[in-house]
Antibody
Framework: EVQLVESGGGLVKPEGSLRLSCVGS????????MNWVRQAPGTGLEWVAS????????YYADSMKGRFTISRDNAKNSLYLHMNSLGAEDTAVYFC?????????????WGQGTLVTVSS | DIQMTQSPSTLSASVGDRVTITCRAS??????LAWYQQKPGKAPKLLIY???TLESEVPSRFSGSGSGTEFTLTISSLQPDDFATYYC?????????FGPGTKLEIK
């Protein structure tokens, strides 16, 4: 069974930093592109960033460029999101999501999410 | 950037009803569209991709159609488990933009 488990969320002060992690199991992690998607309270889904299976290609949503860094460690079956200069608008549940395969761009498996709250 | 819109934002229906949700793209996206279902406090679930291809184990009462800029998700006979929020997503390699969602409520 495919499983994705996020961790690292919590309360952080404005302008602070945080690193989220996602561990995958039940599939060959190194074969899949991976993604972060977030959802602010009571709102819809927002794609954050994507990373190819070998970290060759990395893309960010415009509002995250320069502040967020996506990375992965295939030896540890892990995906990361480093977030800097956080603001209240970054308060959200952050999901990691697996690309369906073949550079498809849509997501067939999701973690349960980790909540990031930016507040003083 | 391609913008996605959905209508209606909220839909009230009864068990057994046939319902349709519409998703529109600000420019042609061919058939690069997926649909997801999300229940409160849960992760989204992939229902349909390539506009009309049903993900495995998704009930056949769900169907998708459309291409270019206008797409629909249809549930042929609503079941109690279907009351949720539905999102469309335009996807391309290494990026994706979601619609604002349609909340399907019990009438």
């Amino acid at each position: 069974e495919v499983q994705l488990v996020e961790s690292g969320g919590g309360l952080v002060k404005p302008e602070g930093s945080l690193r989220l992690s996602c561990v995958g199991s039940g599939f060959t992690f190194s074969n899949y592109n991976m993604n972060w998607v977030r959802q602010a309270p009571g709102t819809g889904l927002e794609w954050v960033a994507s990373i190819s299976s070998r970290s060759t290609y990395i893309y960010y949503a415009d509002s995250m460029k320069g502040r967020f860094t996506i990375s992965r460690d295939n030896a540890k079956n892990s995906l990361y999101l480093h977030m800097n200069s956080l603001g209240a608008e970054d308060t959200a549940v952050y999901f990691c999501a697996r690309d369906r395969g073949g550079n498809s761009g849509f997501f067939d498996s999701w973690g349960q999410g980790t909540l990031v709250t930016v507040s003083s | 950037d391609i913008q996605m819109t959905q209508s209606p934002s909220t839909l009230s229906a009864s068990v057994g009803d046939r319902v349709t949700i519409t998703c529109r793209a600000s420019q042609s996206i061919s058939s690069w569209l997926a649909w997801y279902q999300q229940k409160p406090g849960k992760a989204p679930k992939l229902l349909i991709y390539m506009a009309s291809t049903l993900e495995s184990e998704v009930p056949s009462r769900f169907s998708g159609s459309g291409s270019g800029t206008e797409f629909t998700l249809t549930i042929s006979s609503l079941q109690p488990d279907d009351f949720a929020t539905y999102y469309c997503q335009h996807y391309s390699t290494y990026s994706g933009s979601f619609g604002p969602g349609t909340k399907l409520e019990i009438k």
